[in-house]
């Protein structure tokens, strides 16, 4: 059975950091891209970044280039969502997301696997 669980998840003020982490279970995670996706009361999911298989592959959103990063680490089968800046349009619930084939994807429909979500509030 596949879990992705996520955590990290809080209340930050504008500007500060939080770093969310997936760690997965029950499938060969060195194989998997990894996928990180958003969303706000009343907005649809949003894509915000994604890994390949490797960790060497990465894109993110407009949204968020240059203010997060996403990495992963297979030995400990866990991808991470390092967040910095973060603003008020970044409250969301954030939810981690596994791919079978191994891409780092940017749409929702390759994504075969997803975890629960957790909450990010910014307040200003």
């Known amino acids: 059975q596949v879990q992705l669980v996520v955590s990290g998840g809080g209340v930050v003020q504008v500007g500060g950091s939080l770093r969310l982490s997936c760690a997965a279970s029950g499938l060969t995670f060195r194989t998997v891209g990894m996928g990180w996706f958003r969303q706000a009361p009343g907005k649809e999911r949003e894509f915000v970044a994604a890994?390949?298989?490797?960790?060497?592959?990465?894109v993110g959103s407009d949204s968020v280039k240059g203010r997060f990063t996403i990495f992963r680490d297979n030995a400990k089968n866990t991808v991470y969502l390092q967040m910095n800046s973060l603003k008020p349009e970044d409250t969301a619930v954030y939810s981690c997301a596994a791919d079978p084939s191994g891409r780092a994807s940017t749409t929702p429909w390759p994504y075969q696997y997803w975890g629960q979500g957790t909450q990010v509030t910014v307040s200003s």
């Open positions: 890994v390949n298989w490797s960790g060497g592959g990465t």
